[in-house]
Structure formats: structure tokens, C-alpha cells
């Protein structure tokens, strides 16, 4: 069993590599971008306006955790933004 944990590794890690897909990419500027950092910058973006906001009507106080929650957020909201620029919703 354990001379066949490096291929069972090794044949995981190369699962989701295929020849034919290509990443998807947006040209910004002349230049090409992964669409995953796109989103990921929107993510932050929408976090600084929730955390604005939050600031705003003091319930950035009653936070429990607030580097946790604003990490959830940013995350969870950069999976929507991939989402929607996915097609997968909207």
C-alpha cells in the first residue's frame, strides 16, 4: 500500500489537468488576466464597502471575530463574483 501513495498522489494532484483547457483569461489593458483575480479583487472591494457600511451603523463593534468575518466575506463574496462571471448563476 504505500508504494502506491505517490502515484495515487501524484495521479490526484494531475486530476483536474487536462491538455485541451484553457484558463480563462480577460484582456485588461492589452494585457491578459486570470478571471479568478479579477474576482478576487472584487471580493476585497465589496468587503471594504460591507465593512464601510458596518463602520457606519456601529455594528462593526458588536463583531465577534472581525478578521475572521471580513476573510469569510471577502472570500464568499469573490466565489460569488466567480459565479456570476462563470455563468453558473445569474
Given amino acids: ?6 502515484a495515487l498522489l501524484a495521479a490526484v494532484s494531475l486530476a483536474g489537468c487536462t491538455g485541451t483547457a484553457r484558463a480563462p483569461s480577460v484582456p485588461v489593458f492589452g494585457s491578459f488576466f486570470p478571471a479568478w483575480i479579477i474576482c478576487a ?5 465589496l468587503t471594504l464597502i460591507v465593512r464601510a457600511i458596518l463602520i457606519r451603523l456601529k455594528i462593526d463593534e ?3 471575530a472581525p478578521p475572521l468575518v471580513y476573510l469569510c466575506l471577502t472570500i464568499s463574496s469573490g466565489i460569488v463574483f466567480w459565479l ?3 455563468g453558473a448563476i445569474g
Avoid: E
Fill in 41 to 45: 479583487v472584487g471580493g476585497v472591494v
Fill in 62 to 64: 458588536h463583531l465577534p
Fill in 1 to 6: 500500500m504505500l508504494r502506491l501513495f505517490p
Fill in 84 to 86: 456570476i462571471w462563470s
